[in-house]
């Protein structure tokens, strides 16, 4: 079965530097899909940025970006400039693709807060 | 359209009693998800639907859950005889068809078993 482990339960950053959180993953898939996903506190769950295995080239949207390190099974995030309405628990997430399971394998978290 | 609703956003209730919960996808999304996450936790996949049929049920879903989506509109979770350990937080999330499609999330129902 995959598994989705996040081993950062906790990170902080000061505003406007650069955070980077880890996920690692194991499948023995060759082909899937990697989520990130933010959660504010109290509000809903929304996709940040997202990478498809077969592509090689990492995953970029603004001041978001993904290190992808398929041989390593490792997907990491890197907040750049943060802001304070980054601050939020972020989930790594895996899902088969479309002929597999359809169901997202989530990570337990990681609660990130936002100094000023 | 404004995105996956859920009803009720909390639920309190006493151990042994039924609750049903409705999550109403968004209107173009074949696919319809539901997740319970607890306090400090990822979210857990339940169950999933694409259109009417319910496709895909995890080991978590024990046989007092249940879950429908007629029509393949919106769907419904009931939990019957509740325990203290079913309280959490269910989410719904709705997706088009495609291994790459964004799953959008609802805001969830909190549910508290006293």
């Known amino acids: 079965a995959q598994t989705v482990t996040q081993s950062q339960p906790e990170m902080s950053v000061q505003e406007a530097e650069t955070v980077t959180l880890s996920c690692t993953y194991d499948t023995s898939e060759s082909d899937y899909y990697l989520f990130w996903y933010k959660q504010p506190p109290s509000r809903q769950m929304i996709l940040v940025i997202r990478q498809e295995a077969y592509k090689q080239q990492n995953a970029t949207e603004n001041r978001f970006s993904v290190n992808f390190q398929k041989a390593a099974k490792s997907f990491s995030l890197k907040i750049s400039d943060s802001q304070l309405g980054d601050a939020a628990m972020y989930f790594c997430?895996?899902?088969?693709?479309?002929?597999?399971?359809?169901?997202?394998?989530f990570g337990q978290g990681t609660r990130l807060t936002i100094n000023p | 359209d404004t995105g996956v609703s859920q009803d009720p956003r909390h639920k309190i209730t006493k151990r042994g009693q039924n609750v049903t919960f409705r999550c109403d996808p968004i209107?173009?999304?074949?696919?319809l998800y539901w997740y319970r996450q607890t306090l400090g936790q990822g979210p857990e996949f339940l169950t999933y639907f694409q259109n009417e049929a319910q496709l895909e049920k995890s080991r978590l879903l024990s046989d007092r859950f249940s879950a429908e989506r007629p029509k393949g509109s919106f769907s419904t979770l009931e939990i019957q005889r509740t325990e203290q350990g079913d309280s959490a937080m269910y989410l719904c999330?709705?997706?088009?068809?495609?291994?790459?499609?964004?799953?959008?999330f609802g805001p969830g129902t909190r549910l508290t078993v006293l």
């Open positions: 997430a895996y899902k088969a693709p479309d002929q597999g399971a359809q169901k997202l394998v």
């Open positions: 999330a709705s997706s088009v068809a495609g291994g790459r499609s964004e799953q959008f």
């Open positions: 209107s173009e999304h074949n696919r």
